[in-house]
């Protein structure tokens, strides 16, 4: 039997805690950068407490819909975010760790699956994870129009 490790993902980033915790809190900003290369987002609900649900479809780049549904388990506002995945054939726990690391922010993702994912899924999320932090740090960035 395989062990049931979690997937962890990481990248540090050249803003505060805080602003990077803002990035994800506003389901405005959230919708523009969630999700691997080529997705988008509509967000129908996101109540970011404890218990509140996050209602989302991603759209994938060959049209697909994707719906989502989570749950708030903690939040922690400019430190920690975690979320029940509620999907049976995607039943992970995710956290989000905001941690100040010399002048920037390690985001870390770590999921933790109901069921461990085979090797081919679990290199697909890590290779999607990239992405999605590619996309994130392409949002941080200021626009040409932003002193």
Request: negative net charge; without cysteine; proline residues 11%.
């Amino acid at each position: 039997m395989t062990p049931n490790l979690p997937i962890v993902s990481s990248r540090l980033f050249p803003v505060s805690p805080e602003e990077l915790y803002a990035a994800f809190a506003d389901p405005d900003r959230l919708a523009l950068w969630w999700g691997p290369k080529d997705f988008r987002n509509t967000i129908r609900e996101f109540d970011l407490r404890p218990g509140g649900k996050w209602l989302l479809t991603m759209h994938g780049p060959n049209g697909a819909d994707y719906p989502n549904e989570k749950e708030f388990l903690e939040v922690i506002p400019g430190r920690k975010v975690s979320f029940h995945h509620v999907q049976p054939m995607h039943d992970f726990t995710m956290t989000l760790d905001f941690t100040p690391e010399s002048g920037s922010t390690r985001l870390t993702w770590t999921m933790q699956f109901v069921n461990s994912p085979e090797e081919k899924l679990r290199a697909f999320i890590l290779n999607a994870n990239e992405e999605n932090f590619d996309r994130l740090a392409a949002h941080l960035q200021p626009h040409p129009s932003q002193p």
